[in-house]
């Protein structure tokens, strides 16, 4: 072979070679399965802890579903919402919009069960995603398959949360907005507000729309037992004050919900908007009646949300404790 020859074939070789560790670096995003080599258990341990504490502590479902979308509406499903305050930034888990959120230190308690079996492998943004994929099972909704890969950010996003999050109180307009932005329809909106099946608002939330006048769009036989939970127009915040979300099922995650909208006994405004828009009444009267149709745009839904803008690769870091940057450790 000549001298030329063999300068052609080395370079080739090399470029292969090249290509070859430049594809083995590439970064695969999200998929089904991610810790099938690095910690096959993962998903396992997750679900046993998950069922382990709805056991003891059945409110931990809720958490593990309102988790989801506080973390993954909010620029990145990268489980920012889990980051405790410090000197330099505030926690989304203080902010107005996260009023009534808890039982974040059950999510360590995941977090270390899974740490005792593959350390520093596995994300807290994928042990939220896959906490509240389990918790909808135990609440007797679908099980969702939900691809995993995420890694986790190093800054709260405190400074931007109402820009994302829409609040109980605002216009079909800008929930359906803010929604359309992270790639999620409107049948989308409509069944991810069927969470509000489960779970409870508190006094705080809706003393505006009985005090100092009943708001005149709800129903009149509904409105007795609101008072009698919410008996004081401006709810001590030391107490605990609360009106079920579904007093016929407010364990069970179904189609419940759509009824009791359309029959007006919806408990924020924004489900009572849900059920008189014209662009998404159509979908609640479809809901309400096909539980079928609801857990299948609920999982869409679901879905979509949990693959919002994720930290794959090298981006973020696999964090030691979930409240906490490694840096700070």
């Not at 300068?7 to 099938?36: C, H, R």
């Not at 405790?84 to 308690?109: A, H, P, Q, W």
């Not at 009824?259 to 919806?266: A, P, V």
Request: net charge neutral; aromatic share 8%; proline share 5%.
């Amino acid at each position: 072979m000549s001298s030329k020859a063999l300068i052609f074939f080395f370079a080739l070789l090399s470029f292969s070679a090249f290509s070859f560790a430049e594809n083995e670096d590439q970064d695969p995003g999200l998929v089904m399965n991610f810790y099938k080599n690095s910690c096959p258990q993962a998903e396992e341990i997750i679900s046993e802890q998950v069922k382990l504490l709805y056991k003891r502590h059945k409110n931990t479902a809720f958490s593990w579903l309102r988790n989801i979308f506080h973390d993954c509406a909010v620029q990145s499903c990268d489980a920012s919402l889990l980051l405790d305050s410090t000197r330099r930034s505030l926690s989304e888990k203080e902010m107005d919009r996260s009023f009534g959120m808890r039982n974040f230190r059950y999510i360590e308690d995941i977090k270390e069960a899974v740490e005792r079996e593959c350390p520093g492998v596995v994300s807290c943004a994928d042990i939220l995603v896959l906490s509240a994929r389990d918790a909808i099972v135990s609440l007797g909704g679908p099980f969702i398959p939900l691809k995993t890969g995420r890694r986790d950010g190093r800054k709260s996003r405190a400074e931007i949360l109402e820009e994302y999050l829409p609040d109980h109180n605002e216009s079909m307009t800008v929930v359906l907005d803010r929604f359309a932005a992270m790639g999620v329809d409107t049948p989308g909106v409509v069944a991810l507000l069927g969470a509000h099946s489960v779970g409870r608002t508190h006094c705080v939330k809706l003393v505006h729309r009985l005090y100092p006048e009943v708001a005149p769009e709800l129903n009149p036989d509904h409105v007795p037992h609101m008072l009698h939970k919410c008996p004081d127009p401006i709810p001590d915040p030391k107490a605990v004050q609360y009106v079920r979300n579904d007093r016929g099922t407010p364990m069970i995650l179904d189609n419940n919900y759509y009824r009791n909208i359309l029959d007006n006994k919806g408990l924020l405004i924004v489900d009572h908007q849900l059920a008189t828009d014209k662009r998404t009444k159509p979908h609640v009267k479809k809901m309400a009646k096909s539980q079928a149709y609801f857990f299948k745009e609920f999982s869409r839904a679901i879905t979509l949300l949990s693959e919002n803008n994720p930290l794959t690769g090298t981006k973020g870091e696999i964090r030691k404790q979930c409240n906490v940057a490694n840096k700070l450790h």
